[in-house]
């Protein structure tokens, strides 16, 4: 999506880059994958994909858009035969969205067939990529998950997931993937663990996906999340686990907590819509204002105003009304309409705002853009006040671990102190949730600030994982290009 674009869809969000579904022992496994897709529908809406198994051949079906729009026909699923297949769902940015890219990246090696679908970024895939080049590779992708299936193509040990560890073994970087071969399903999560892998099971099959919300569509059990640094292999014997990497700190993706992941998942033991309210109630603890309603930037800001709206007694209203048609049809809106100002996304509902002293609460604030036209919509329906209140700490870093943000001098909170946000944004008080408050909301006394116990770089600058690629210079900060000098 262009800026033009994301700017007049008043999406002003960081984006998640993907979703993945896996699963092993179940003849429907192709319409199991496309529904657990749909759920994870939020972390990625440019591209889906899914490979197969039918016991002698792989089958893969990958195309641009919409699960709902690519694999809800019965004519689709009936070319993904086969008892075992993955899947998965990606967000990228405007000029990365081609076909080759789609996920799961299927290949064929020595030992046979293999598909491999990743979430996350890997941070010195370039520097890899580059020599493999040098060495006479040729990437098919501008993906750095094809970067993963040439390390195990020349790794000289044998068996499958020996070479999936050795190639594990030689990046860094956020990774959690799913990979399928002719005998296994297999899921790896970094050892960070930053970005999220979990694992259930519908009857005798397994399943393993980014979130607890793809299991729920099908009423499969959640069993447990895969640890950080863990390799879980599933055959027709049942679940392997293998913790072979250098154990480090765990260091999960605090903002799944705040907005990427869906509200009803459950992740690493917590609720993410009652840690959402409990952080709407820290930050009505800390940025009281008197007001007569509390209202939500909807949808991601529901929860934590709701949350807010508890602890300080102020009643909850939806004061904005978010329309949730706004498809793929607008994406590229033409000149004219563009310049008629119109609000495809939200629209003010006049009688909660009128006479009103408001709060409004988000989830975060990346380049402003969408906040400003809010407040002025808000102010236009005759809002008397505006104070606005964000369940994020100020986001004043990129992230390198599989996120897209804007670079930093496209961060408002990164250009601007607090008053003159305040002021550009056109509120009369603006607050965000401090970091040990949004730690208290997770469960923490506080954030330990020797060693974080969760990924925060984005409000810190403090990366858990050491940035190779962006450090060696010159690097775009998600890896993009097949190679800086063709
Ligand atoms: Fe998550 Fe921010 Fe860390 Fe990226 S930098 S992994 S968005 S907490």
């Known amino acids: 999506m262009t800026d033009a674009a994301a700017d007049f869809l008043d999406d002003d969000h960081l984006h998640e880059e993907c979703g993945l579904y896996g699963t092993y022992g179940h003849i429907d496994s192709a319409a199991h994958t496309a529904l657990g897709l749909h759920a994870l529908q939020h972390r990625g809406q440019e591209s889906v994909g899914i490979v197969s198994y039918d016991g002698e051949q792989f089958h893969s079906q990958r195309a641009l858009g919409l699960v709902g729009d690519n694999f809800s026909s019965e ?150 999340d895969v640890d950080p640094g863990e390799i879980v292999i599933i055959d027709e014997n049942g679940l392997h686990s293998l913790k072979p990497f250098t154990k480090v700190p765990r260091k999960f993706c605090i903002f799944e907590y705040i907005y990427f992941a869906r509200p009803d998942s459950n992740i690493e033991g917590k609720h993410v819509y009652a840690i959402r309210k409990a952080i709407g109630r820290e930050l009505a603890q800390e940025s009281h204002v008197d007001a007569d309603v509390i209202v939500p930037v909807p949808d991601s800001g529901v929860p934590a105003a709701l949350g807010y709206s508890q602890e300080s007694g102020i009643p909850f209203e939806l004061g904005i009304i978010r329309n949730h048609y706004v498809g793929r049809t607008f994406i590229e809106p033409t000149a004219q309409i563009r310049n008629l100002g119109v609000r495809l996304k939200h629209n003010a509902n006049l009688g909660m705002l009128k006479g009103k002293r408001v709060v409004l609460v988000d989830d975060s604030i990346v380049r402003g853009t969408t906040c400003i036209k809010i407040v002025e919509m808000v102010r236009a329906a005759g809002a008397t006040e505006v104070h606005m209140r964000i369940s994020s700490p100020p986001t004043t870093h990129s992230c390198f671990y599989g996120i897209d943000t804007p670079e930093r001098d496209q961060l408002m909170a990164a250009q601007n102190d607090l008053a003159r946000m305040a002021e550009i ?3 009369d008080s603006l607050a965000f949730i401090s970091l040990d408050g949004l730690y208290r909301a997770v469960g923490e006394e506080r954030r330990d600030t020797e060693q974080p116990q969760y990924c925060d770089a984005c409000f810190t600058g403090d990366y858990p994982i050491r940035l190779i690629d962006r450090d060696g210079g010159g690097m775009p900060k998600q890896l993009s290009l097949l190679t800086e000098r063709d």
């Not at 193509?153 to 070479?163: H, I, K, L």
């Open 75 to 224: 004519e689709v699923i009936k070319q993904l035969p086969g008892k075992s297949a993955i899947g998965h769902v990606r967000y990228s940015t405007s000029g990365d969205t081609a076909l080759r890219n789609v996920q799961p990246l299927f290949s064929e090696f020595r030992f046979g067939g293999l598909a491999v679908a990743h979430n996350g970024n890997l941070t010195n895939s370039y520097a890899i990529r580059r020599t493999l080049i040098e060495r006479g590779s040729i990437f098919q992708s501008t993906s750095d998950t094809e970067t993963i299936i040439h390390l195990i193509a020349r790794s000289e040990f044998g068996p499958v997931v020996d070479r999936l560890t050795d190639a594990l073994t030689q990046l860094e970087g956020a990774y959690s993937l799913v990979a399928l071969t002719q005998k296994k399903l297999i899921g790896a999560r970094d050892p960070s663990g930053v970005r999220p892998l979990v694992i259930g099971r519908l009857g005798d099959a397994y399943i393993m996906t980014s979130e607890t919300c793809a299991l729920d569509i099908m009423g499969a059990k959640f069993v447990r």
């Open 425 to 427: 944004i056109g509120v």
